[in-house]
C-alpha cells in the first residue's frame, strides 16, 4: 500500500475530457489494490493564458515540483496556429515544463492491440506483433535553440544545438530498456547532413561499447519514416532528437490505429509527466466523442514508471485489451464492421474500461 500524489493538469481541448476519465482510473486501482492517491489540478497552455495572460503560471510550475506524478492532457488552441505574430503560446507552457522538470526522455510505446489490426491503414499482415519502444530526447533540438527573425523580418532562423551529454543520458536510457526487450537499438539521425546528427552518430557509437550485448544500427531519419510503414516489426528501441522523434512518432500512431491509442512517459531527474500524443484536437472538443484509451493507458505507464506498481498498471492495460476484445471502440478506431451499438463516446469507454478493472 502506498500514498502519492498525483497533480491533474488537462490543459486545452480534449485534454479536459480524457483527463478526468484517466483520473477515474487511477481512483479505481488505489481503490482495488489499496492504495490511497491524492489529487490537485493545474493550469497550463491556452486556459492558462486566458486565466493568468502566462502558460504556465508559477504556481502549476511549483505544484508540479511537489507532486509524485503529473497526468497532462493537451496544450494548443487554433488562435494562435492561426497567428504566427503571437508573443505568448501555448505551446511555450509545454517547453517550459519540460525544461524547468529536466524531462529530457520522452518514452512512447508503439504497441498494436491485436484486436486494432483493421483500424490502421497498413496492411495487417505488416502490422501484426509490431512492438516499438522510441526514446524521444526533449530539451535539446531546434525546439530549444536560438530563434529569429533579420533581414526586416523576411529571413527566419532556429539553431538546432546538442551537447554530448545530452546524448549520452538519452542513449543509456534506451540502451538499459533495450536490455530489458530483444537487445536491439535503432538509433536515427541526419549525420549525412547536419553537424549534430554527427555528434549524436558519434556519442551513441561510444555509448554502444558499454552495452555489447545490444545489436545497434544507425538510420538515416527519411529511411527510417519509410521502414516504419513498411516493416515496422523491424524495430525494437527507437532513440532519436526531439525534432525526429516528434515526426517519427506521429507517423508511427498508424502502427497502433490511431493516435487515440498512444500513450507516452516524459521523465528524467525529477517529477514524471504521463500523457496522450494527440493533442488538443479542438475540432472534437465538448463532443464527447475523444477517445480516452490513450489517457488510460498514459496512466497505467505514470503507475509503472513513477510509482513501480507493475501489477496496477499491468490490471489497467488488460481492462483496455478486454473492452477492445469485447468490440467497443471509438470513433477514430471504428471500421465499417463495426455494430452501432459498439462505438462509444468518451465517457461510455471510459465506464466500460472500469467494469473490467
Same mark, same amino acid.
Given at each position: 500500500?502506498?500514498?502519492?500524489?498525483?497533480?491533474?493538469?488537462?490543459?486545452?481541448?480534449?485534454?479536459?475530457?480524457?483527463?478526468?476519465? %484517466?483520473?477515474?482510473?487511477?481512483?479505481?486501482?488505489?481503490?482495488?489494490?489499496?492504495? =490511497?492517491?491524492?489529487?490537485?489540478? @493545474? &493550469?497550463?497552455?491556452?486556459?492558462?493564458?486566458?486565466? =493568468?495572460?502566462?502558460?504556465?503560471?508559477?504556481?502549476?510550475?511549483?505544484?508540479?515540483?511537489?507532486?509524485?506524478?503529473?497526468?497532462?492532457?493537451?496544450?494548443?488552441?487554433?488562435?494562435?496556429?492561426?497567428?504566427?505574430?503571437?508573443?505568448?503560446?501555448?505551446?511555450? %507552457?509545454?517547453?517550459?515544463?519540460?525544461?524547468?522538470?529536466?524531462?529530457?526522455?520522452?518514452?512512447?510505446?508503439?504497441? &498494436?492491440?491485436?484486436?486494432?489490426?483493421?483500424?490502421?491503414?497498413?496492411?495487417?499482415?505488416?502490422?501484426?506483433?509490431?512492438?516499438?519502444?522510441?526514446? $524521444?530526447?526533449?530539451? %535539446?533540438?531546434? *525546439?530549444?535553440?536560438?530563434? %529569429?527573425? /533579420?533581414?526586416?523580418?523576411?529571413?527566419?532562423?532556429?539553431?538546432?544545438? *546538442?551537447?554530448?551529454?545530452?546524448?549520452? $543520458?538519452?542513449?543509456?536510457?534506451?540502451? !538499459? +530498456?533495450? $536490455?530489458?526487450?530483444?537487445?536491439?537499438?535503432?538509433?536515427?539521425?541526419?549525420?549525412?547532413?547536419?553537424?549534430?546528427?554527427?555528434?549524436?552518430?558519434?556519442?551513441?557509437?561510444?555509448?554502444?561499447?558499454?552495452?555489447?550485448?545490444?545489436?545497434?544500427?544507425?538510420?538515416?531519419? !527519411?529511411?527510417?519514416?519509410?521502414?516504419?510503414?513498411?516493416?515496422?516489426?523491424?524495430? !525494437?528501441?527507437?532513440?532519436? @532528437?526531439?525534432?525526429?522523434?516528434?515526426?517519427?512518432?506521429?507517423?508511427?500512431?498508424?502502427?497502433?490505429?490511431?493516435?487515440?491509442?498512444?500513450?507516452? +512517459?516524459?521523465?528524467?531527474?525529477?517529477?514524471?509527466?504521463?500523457?496522450?500524443?494527440?493533442?488538443?484536437?479542438?475540432?472534437? =472538443?465538448?463532443?464527447?466523442?475523444?477517445?480516452?484509451?490513450?489517457?488510460?493507458?498514459?496512466? @497505467?505507464?505514470?503507475?509503472?514508471?513513477?510509482?513501480?506498481?507493475?501489477?496496477?498498471?499491468? @490490471?489497467?492495460?488488460? +481492462?483496455?485489451?478486454?473492452?477492445?476484445?469485447?468490440?467497443?471502440?471509438?470513433?477514430?478506431?471504428?471500421? /465499417?464492421?463495426?455494430?452501432?451499438?459498439?462505438?462509444?463516446?468518451?465517457?461510455?469507454?471510459?465506464?466500460?474500461?472500469?467494469?473490467?478493472?
Amino acid at each position: 500500500m502506498a500514498t502519492k500524489h498525483i497533480l491533474i493538469v488537462p490543459g486545452d481541448g480534449i485534454g479536459q475530457e480524457v483527463t478526468a476519465v %484517466g483520473k477515474k482510473v487511477l481512483d479505481k486501482i488505489a481503490a482495488k489494490f489499496g492504495h =490511497t492517491f491524492t489529487y490537485d489540478e @493545474a &493550469l497550463i497552455g491556452h486556459v492558462a493564458i486566458e486565466a =493568468t495572460g502566462n502558460p504556465l503560471p508559477d504556481e502549476s510550475l511549483e505544484k508540479m515540483r511537489k507532486s509524485d506524478a503529473v497526468l497532462f492532457g493537451a496544450v494548443g488552441h487554433p488562435k494562435y496556429d492561426n497567428d504566427p505574430s503571437a508573443k505568448v503560446r501555448p505551446e511555450q %507552457g509545454l517547453l517550459k515544463m519540460r525544461k524547468e522538470l529536466g524531462l529530457y526522455a520522452n518514452l512512447r510505446p508503439i504497441k &498494436l492491440f491485436d484486436e486494432l489490426l483493421g483500424a490502421s491503414s497498413i496492411k495487417p499482415e505488416i502490422l501484426k506483433g509490431a512492438d516499438i519502444l522510441f526514446f $524521444r530526447e526533449l530539451t %535539446g533540438d531546434i *525546439y530549444f535553440g536560438e530563434k %529569429g527573425r /533579420k533581414n526586416n523580418g523576411d529571413t527566419a532562423y532556429d539553431i538546432a544545438e *546538442y551537447s554530448r551529454y545530452e546524448v549520452e $543520458r538519452i542513449a543509456r536510457k534506451a540502451f !538499459d +530498456a533495450a $536490455r530489458t526487450r530483444r537487445k536491439k537499438l535503432c538509433s536515427v539521425d541526419k549525420a549525412n547532413v547536419i553537424e549534430t546528427s554527427r555528434l549524436w552518430r558519434e556519442v551513441v557509437q561510444k555509448v554502444a561499447l558499454e552495452y555489447p550485448d545490444v545489436e545497434v544500427e544507425h538510420q538515416f531519419v !527519411d529511411a527510417t519514416a519509410m521502414l516504419l510503414i513498411k516493416d515496422p516489426r523491424r524495430f !525494437d528501441v527507437v532513440v532519436t @532528437a526531439n525534432l525526429f522523434g516528434d515526426i517519427l512518432t506521429d507517423e508511427a500512431s498508424q502502427i497502433a490505429g490511431s493516435m487515440g491509442m498512444l500513450a507516452s +512517459a516524459s521523465i528524467g531527474d525529477g517529477t514524471g509527466v504521463y500523457e496522450p500524443i494527440h493533442g488538443s484536437a479542438h475540432d472534437i =472538443t465538448g463532443k464527447g466523442v475523444a477517445n480516452p484509451l490513450a489517457s488510460i493507458l498514459s496512466a @497505467a505507464l505514470l503507475l509503472d514508471i513513477s510509482f513501480g506498481m507493475k501489477a496496477e498498471s499491468e @490490471a489497467v492495460i488488460s +481492462a483496455v485489451d478486454g473492452v477492445l476484445k469485447a468490440g467497443f471502440r471509438t470513433g477514430d478506431i471504428a471500421d /465499417k464492421q463495426t455494430p452501432a451499438d459498439k462505438i462509444l463516446g468518451t465517457n461510455a469507454m471510459g465506464e466500460e474500461v472500469l467494469k473490467l478493472l
